[in-house]
């Protein structure tokens, strides 16, 4: 009886061919990997944009007022709110930490809309003005996975306009945030009433009609209540109507003050 072994050939030959099937199975093994570490970064910045777009959306739809200048570019979106509890409302980046921020009232505690697992590298508002319409904001921002390793990086840019719904309500002064700054209106006959009771048409004004055709229209009577002394007629008093109101027994007092042909300015007597 004779016994057979493996030739050095045949050695070589399983060897290699057992080399082939590890080197095919390592590599279908890392790719595999790979694809599963770039699915979780990819899943984890795709959920936190997705997080952070719908909270800016929210916000921005219920809001009263955009509070930004028009057209300029900043890392803090300011909305004004209808409810005390919540206004201001402010939605900024940190770039100490790469974290994105709510804060609701001016001494809310800031509450993070994005986790340190993913950066949030730049974001961007801009306020674009439609007149006819509600006022909107432009926003861009862009969300990486927080790693340095090259394999699990993914990045993810976003660039869309959102534009408010509600309304604008008050519940309390309107204030400007800057003294003599700010306006109502830009042009004239920009508003149409105010209570329904003062309406504009064109540089005119109307109390209580809605198509004044003077420079000041008044339905029903004008009433001077001039309780205080009368001051001197001047030339920065020009054209002012006072009431003198007088006791029982004496009659009232109606004046204008006037330039006279003498070029002096008196009180002249009406009544």
Do not use: H
Request: hydrophobic share 40%; proline share 2%.
């Amino acid at each position: 009886m004779s016994t057979k072994g493996f030739t050095l050939i045949e050695l070589l030959i399983f060897m290699a061919i057992f080399s082939i099937v590890m080197v095919a199975f390592l590599s279908v093994l890392v790719l595999m990997s790979s694809v599963q570490i770039r699915n979780i970064s990819s899943t984890e910045v795709n959920q936190q944009s997705q997080f952070l777009l719908s909270n800016i959306q929210r916000y921005i739809e219920s809001s009263s007022l955009i509070e930004m200048p028009v057209g300029v570019s900043t890392s803090t979106l300011k909305l004004r709110m209808a409810r005390d509890s919540e206004d201001p409302i402010y939605i900024y980046l940190n770039t100490s930490d790469n974290i994105v921020y709510l804060k609701q009232t001016n001494s809310g505690t800031p509450q993070a809309l994005t986790t340190s697992k993913v950066k949030v590298t730049s974001l961007n508002f801009i306020k674009k003005s439609n007149p006819g319409a509600k006022d909107s904001v432009s926003i861009s921002f862009v969300v990486e996975y927080n790693t340095n390793n090259i394999k699990q990086k993914f990045v993810r840019s976003l660039l869309t306009s959102i534009a408010r719904v509600s309304a604008a309500t008050f519940d309390s002064d309107i204030r400007a945030s800057t003294t003599n700054t700010y306006k109502i209106g830009a042009q004239a006959a920009e508003w149409q009433s105010i209570n329904n009771t003062i309406f504009f048409s064109g540089s005119n004004v109307g109390i209580g009609i809605s198509s004044p055709q003077m420079n000041l229209e008044i339905n029903g009577g004008l009433r001077l209540n001039t309780s205080n002394s009368r001051p001197e007629c001047s030339a920065s008093v020009r054209g002012t109507f006072w009431v003198i109101q007088n006791g029982t027994g004496v009659k009232d007092n109606v004046s204008v003050c006037v330039k006279n042909a003498s070029d002096t300015y008196e009180w002249a007597t009406i009544y």
